[in-house]
């Protein structure tokens, strides 16, 4: 009979209670035995819930505070220089001052670099190498981990990241296969310890796999695995690839001396077959048919015939998973009680996912007939235009840039070195609770927006004292810079309860595309223009592009993506032309999630960026060349994607850059002659809660000013302000304004 298990499951609870524990501790409210004790509680309920869905194992280590690579980081002694002064006072502390800068105990200090996890919108903490790294373990935590799911009764499967995509996912000047000997000296000494618990199998996630590997890469695989498997005979290895065929190193991972494979069938169904052959006698086949990134249940019956002759054959050696850890979805459907019946029929969230599994493995090993109704997605109601059928007068505006920035300059009368900020201001206590009541019916539509009306006007009125150049409205009545656009666009559908971890305790609300996009009504312009209506500054109109809000929503499956985000691109582009005839001078169409949409095969992405660039375009190009098109981008490889920047024909683009400690600048430089038109590096970390100091932001400004010619540069935060307070808020914009009046002294003389 096929066996199911799952590479991983949300770490964040049903209810988001890790994100609530987290912050209850960060601000003071509970101790660390009371958030150890949350922690506990939802991995037993996460093994329980694997058990009771019949899978033969429960994954272990896939519960992380903050990150799953810092837990590796911290395991492998992998901490930078600057955290070894005003260390915390405990290991857990000394964790969230490497994830968030600051801790209960410890000083506060400059956080650990943060980027996308291959192409989905979770965030991981880069690892700093440096080339006299010394690796010590500290494996306490996932040892104790694994004794408390044995102690609950249950059958283990720890979960590691190989050692090679963790080399590969850090950062050093240099090579980091030169610190590959001592690494595997750590895992070798973990993969005993493992052993010494009586783990049966472990489960090594090495999804480089999947990616266009140089050749030393690709052959450090073998060596390094034969180390492994001599470390310890007795534990039998998983191998696990995932978000990507593997192509020409399909062969190469079934050749390494392991015990298992596992593939991922969602986004490489074509490489079963292949998989299946090179299949040695003694392995498993561990087979991704349950889609750990979206929410549509699968389609059983197919798998079902597909799977039937493997199951025959390998009995006991098929293992039926999710293509990938289900920490990309929602964790239980069953609480969403204000769908309706139609629309929870053709959906599936983590929990179901687990029961998918065991009605898959009781229908191959029966031999029946699935009784189920198959998920039937809806058909295009309009005829699809393909986004290559577009003509060149349809998503290029007729302007260059070079004749558009006189004009812009020319209105819009901005000193040197324009300060503003990404969109978003705080999210208070009293705006969300004001958003309840709203939604609830305690208080009535006019009574909300006049409430919002009053947030705005109070944003206004803080960021002109604070002598900020470009101004923006706040943001208040977003819940979501995706699921806000989603819910007044038709072809959306919502959930209550549907959050899913970005990072650390920050969850999204990803909304569902269920039928063709269109807009209904202006969503934003209202507010935009009240906000102008308060200030002789400018005032940003402020959209989430096309491509991020396909990108951070859970997509169909029936049409191809580029349909659909050239229907969003439509809708939008009403909204800009609406913002415009409304007097917005500067629109924001923001795009953070460019990067990750696109294949993780760099040899991939020319289909890709070719239709995701011409969407954004399009949303913008009938616009006057007086209208300043703005962009926001963060937590991006800009270097691997530059031709796409260049391609998106904004007139400013903001980046994240600060967190890098602006090494994501380079391809942006003066030097490689890479960016022509104007772009505001962002110069301080808004995803942690120190406040940067005066002189701080000076020295970086100073720093950027040496890369970036001063009449291109904006200054500007890495990020939106949604999550911090307005007394941090307010401290870092005065001393980003001062800072940039300071440089505009010293500069202003050598420009005239």
């Keep these: ?46 093994w329980r819930a694997q058990k009771a869905a019949g899978l033969q194992f429960a994954t272990v280590g896939d519960f992380a505070w903050y990150d799953q690579v810092l837990n590796h980081s911290l395991m492998f002694g992998v901490v930078p220089e600057r955290f070894h002064s005003g260390v915390a006072g405990d290991k857990l502390d000394q964790y969230f001052r490497l994830a968030r800068g600051r801790a209960p105990s410890g000083a506060p200090v400059a956080a650990s670099a943060m980027t996308k996890w291959f192409d989905s919108n979770y965030h991981y903490l880069v690892p700093e190498f440096d080339c006299q790294q010394r690796f010590e373990l500290d494996s306490e935590w996932l040892l104790e981990e694994v004794r408390e799911a044995l102690a609950q009764g249950h059958r283990v499967k720890p979960v590691l990241i190989g050692p090679l995509t963790y080399l590969w996912l850090g950062r050093m000047e240099g090579d980091p296969l030169a610190l590959l000997p001592g690494l595997l000296t750590c895992y070798e000494q973990l993969l005993q310890q493992l052993s010494g618990e009586a783990v049966e199998w472990l489960q090594i996630d090495e999804p480089i796999l999947g990616l266009d590997l140089p050749s030393q890469w690709r052959d450090a695989f073998a060596p390094t695995y034969a180390q492994l498997h001599g470390a ?46 090179l299949l040695r006698e003694e392995q498993i086949l561990s087979l991704g048919v349950i889609n750990g990134r979206n929410v549509w249940r699968a389609d059983l019956a197919l798998w079902q015939r597909r799977l039937a002759p493997l199951a025959s054959r390998l009995g006991e050696r098929l293992w039926l998973s999710g293509s990938c850890s289900l920490l990309h979805c929602p964790v239980d459907l069953e609480a969403e009680t204000t769908l309706a019946p139609e629309q929870r029929d053709k959906l599936a969230f983590s929990r179901q996912k687990l029961a998918e599994l065991g009605q898959l493995q009781t229908l191959l090993t029966r031999g029946e007939k699935n009784s189920q109704r198959q998920p039937e997605h809806p058909l295009p109601k309009t005829p699809a235009v393909a986004v290559d059928g577009l003509g060149v007068e349809e998503t290029w505006r007729p302007q260059s840039f070079a004749q558009r920035a006189p004009l812009q ?14 969109g978003s201001f705080p999210q208070t206590d009293l705006l969300r609770s004001v958003r309840r009541r709203y939604r609830s019916g305690e208080i009535s539509a006019e009574e909300y927006r006049q409430h919002l009306r009053a947030e705005i006007a109070e944003t206004v009125r803080r960021q002109e004292i604070l002598g900020l150049d470009v101004l923006v409205h706040g943001e208040a009545e977003r819940n979501d810079m995706v699921e806000y656009f989603g819910e007044r666009l038709e072809g959306f559908l919502h959930t209550t309860n549907g959050w899913v971890q970005s990072y650390g305790s920050r969850c999204v609300k990803p909304p ?50 580029s349909e659909t985000c050239l229907q969003i691109a439509r809708a939008l582009r009403q909204e800009v032309e609406d ?21 993780v095969r760099n040899s991939d992405h020319a289909q890709y960026f070719a239709w995701a660039v011409a969407c954004f375009r399009y949303t913008c190009c009938r616009v006057q060349p007086e209208t300043q098109i703005h962009t926001h981008m963060c937590y991006s490889d800009f270097n691997a994607i ?20 602006l090494k994501l600048l380079q391809a942006f430089s003066a030097e490689t002659g890479a960016y022509p038109n104007e772009i505001g590096p962002g110069i301080y970390d808004i995803h942690s809660p120190n406040v940067p100091e005066r002189q701080e932001l000076i020295d970086r400004l100073r720093k950027i000013a040496g890369a970036i010619p001063m009449e291109k540069l904006w200054v500007n935060p890495d990020c939106g302000l949604k999550t911090r307070s307005w007394a941090e808020v307010g401290t870092s914009l005065l001393n980003m304004v001062e800072a940039a009046r300071t440089l505009r002294k010293e500069l202003q003389p050598a420009s005239t």
Aim: hydrophobic share 45%; aromatic share 6%.
């Design 579 to 599: 913002l415009e005839a409304a007097g917005i001078g500067i629109i924001q169409i923001d795009e953070p999630a460019l990067r990750e949409g696109a294949p």
């Design 512 to 561: 569902i595309i269920f039928a063709d996009i269109a807009r209904p009504a202006p969503i934003t312009v209202e507010w935009s223009r009240y906000a102008q209506s308060l200030t002789k500054r400018p005032v940003k109109g402020m959209l989430t592009g096309p491509v991020t809000i396909l990108n951070w929503s859970f997509p169909r499956e029936d049409i191809h993506r």
């Design 1 to 46: 009979m096929a066996q199911t298990h799952i590479l991983g499951y949300p770490r964040i609870g049903a209810q988001r209670e890790l994100k609530k524990a987290l912050e209850a501790y960060w601000r003071g409210e509970i101790d660390q035995m009371e958030l150890k004790a949350a922690g506990a509680r939802i991995r037993r309920d996460n």
């Design 232 to 277: 310890a005979p007795a534990l039998k290895l998983l191998l696990a690839t995932y978000f990507s065929p593997l192509r020409e190193n399909l062969q190469l991972a079934f050749s390494l001396p392991i015990d298992g494979v596992h593939i991922d069938c969602v986004r490489a169904p074509e490489e079963l077959p292949g998989a299946a052959e």
């Design 642 to 661: 530059m031709d796409a920047i260049l391609a998106l024909d904004a007139d400013v683009i903001t980046i994240e850059s600060a967190r890098s400690d």
């Design 409 to 422: 300059k020319r209105r819009l009368q901005l000193p040197l070195l324009p300060t503003t900020t990404i």
